[in-house]
């Protein structure tokens, strides 16, 4: 396995499969439910193609939605005032060297375990995120 990268170019983009469903897409729009707290797990282009999403593994998702490494939201603060800031890292794993994820992270620390307590900040934190996608394959 090939070691992490790290950083990535912010001009990168980094692409995620998904299905055909009015709970991930709106015409072009990305929702928030297409997108996972406190990570979300995507393959960098440098290591493949849009396509290379697509996998038997997951016969449901048919498209690929895509996100630059640089266009991650912007810092934003909890309804008590916590700082979170999102970071788009590098992860190969054994399986796929070209994972990398999209992380939200707490105070500048990323802990894979924390989701925020209040759930209007996450749909918010979700939302927000998941308006950097583009759609990049419609799914069929």
């Given amino acids: 396995m ?13 692409f ?3 299905a055909p469903s009015a709970e991930y897409i709106d015409g072009d729009r990305v929702l928030g439910a297409a997108v996972q707290l ?9 290591y493949g193609d ?3 999403v697509l996998v038997p593994e997951r016969p449901a998702d048919t498209g690929v939605i895509g996100i630059r490494a640089g266009d991650v939201p912007l810092p934003s603060a909890s309804p008590n005032g916590v700082p979170y ?4 890292a590098d992860d190969p794993l ?3 060297e070209a994972h990398a994820e999209v992380r939200l992270r707490r105070g500048g620390v990323y802990d894979k375990g924390h989701r925020p307590n ?5 749909e918010q ?10 759609v990049v394959i419609p799914p069929t």
């Fill in 50 to 52: 849009p396509e290379s």
């Fill in 85 to 88: 800031d999102w970071i788009a």
């Fill in 125 to 134: 934190l979700r939302s927000e995120l998941a308006s950097r996608f583009r």
């Fill in 2 to 14: 090939r070691p992490a990268d790290s950083a990535l170019p912010g001009t990168e983009r980094l």
């Fill in 94 to 96: 054994p399986h796929n």
């Fill in 38 to 46: 406190p990570s979300t797990s995507c393959n960098r282009e440098k």
């Fill in 16 to 18: 995620r499969s998904i």
């Fill in 118 to 122: 209040s759930k209007p900040f996450r």
